[in-house]
């Protein structure tokens, strides 16, 4: 018998692709004896990019060996869904990580957005290739940081320093919800590095910047809030 992998992509009316199925070759198995299987990851959350003004989902699962599963809004409703087909419904899926699209504010309003993913309890539900049921949940908060002020120097060297301030506080326009920053995480290029909420600055090892094309080159600081949502402003600098 041969096998394909059939992908769904399906809208919320807005261009923003929040469903993917892999369409099964049956429907999945009636559950097992011995009750359900906690995923070991279930996360939903933002990502604003302070810079392009656009935001987007994200989402985040793993688990031992599912072949089916599904993520609900608070009101019940299905957003995403996925089914194995051939070897992946026999030998079963674990980690998976997707991106909603994200489109621009100037174009999609904002509240228009937001209301398409409410706050509250999302509910993961799925199927075991063992027939039992496999689940978790994430608390989705629109509590979305804003986006670090940035800046760059390259001394002597190559000695590369990227500094941002404290972030406090959502963007101008989005919802007054109290903004706790978890951690900050740097990328420059391949390298990257995740810090404690309370530092401002990080130290580009020479040896990096060195291996570095002479020119102009990007880097990015997010804030990440304790929610999980994420926010990530651009910056430049030159070697």
Same mark, same amino acid.
Request: aromatic share 10%.
């Given at each position: 018998?041969?096998?394909?992998?059939?992908?769904?992509?399906?809208?919320?009316?807005?261009?923003?692709?929040?469903?993917?199925?892999?369409?099964?070759?049956?429907?999945?198995?009636?559950?097992?004896?011995?009750?359900?299987?906690?995923?070991?990851?279930?996360?939903?959350?933002?990502?604003?990019?302070?810079?392009?003004?656009?935001?987007?989902?994200?989402?985040?699962?793993?688990?031992?060996?599912?072949?089916?599963?599904?993520?609900?809004?608070?009101?019940?409703?299905?957003?995403?869904?996925?089914?194995?087909?051939?070897?992946?419904?026999?030998?079963?899926?674990?980690?998976?990580?997707?991106?909603?699209?994200? %489109?621009?504010?100037?174009?999609?309003?904002?509240?228009?957005?937001?209301?398409?993913? %409410?706050?509250?309890?999302?509910?993961?539900?799925?199927?075991?290739?063992?027939?039992?049921?496999?689940?978790?949940?994430?608390?989705?908060?629109?509590?979305?940081?804003?986006?670090?002020?940035?800046?760059?120097?390259?001394?002597?060297?190559?000695?590369?320093?990227?500094?941002?301030?404290?972030?406090?506080?959502?963007?101008?326009?989005?919802?007054?919800?109290?903004?706790?920053?978890?951690?900050?995480?740097?990328?420059?290029?391949?390298?990257?590095?995740?810090? %404690?909420?309370?530092?401002?600055?990080?130290?580009?090892?020479?040896?990096?910047?060195?291996?570095?094309? %002479?020119?102009?080159?990007?880097?990015?600081?997010?804030?990440?809030?304790?929610?999980?949502?994420?926010?990530?402003?651009?910056?430049?600098?030159?070697?």
């Amino acid at each position: 018998m041969k096998h394909k992998l059939l992908f769904s992509l399906t809208t919320l009316g807005i261009g923003l692709s929040v469903s993917v199925v892999l369409m099964a070759a049956s429907a999945p198995p009636p559950a097992a004896a011995g009750g359900e299987v906690q995923l070991s990851i279930s996360r939903i959350y933002w990502e604003y990019n302070a810079s392009a003004n656009d935001l987007g989902v994200h989402v985040s699962l793993d688990g031992e060996d599912w072949r089916a599963l599904k993520i609900m809004r608070p009101d019940k409703s299905t957003i995403f869904q996925v089914f194995g087909k051939g070897p992946y419904a026999q030998l079963g899926m674990t980690e998976l990580f997707f991106e909603g699209a994200e %489109p621009s504010l100037d174009e999609f309003p904002l509240p228009n957005l937001l209301a398409k993913f %409410p706050e509250g309890e999302y509910e993961f539900e799925g199927r075991t290739v063992g027939g039992q049921d496999i689940e978790g949940e994430a608390q989705f908060s629109h509590a979305i940081p804003d986006g670090p002020k940035v800046g760059a120097v390259v001394g002597p060297m190559n000695l590369l320093r990227i500094e941002w301030a404290p972030v406090t506080s959502p963007p101008p326009g989005f919802p007054n919800r109290p903004i706790v920053i978890s951690g900050y995480q740097v990328i420059v290029e391949s390298f990257q590095v995740t810090l %404690p909420p309370s530092a401002t600055r990080v130290t580009v090892p020479p040896e990096f910047v060195a291996a570095l094309a %002479p020119g102009s080159h990007a880097f990015e600081v997010l804030a990440i809030e304790q929610s999980g949502n994420q926010t990530l402003t651009e910056g430049t600098f030159v070697k």
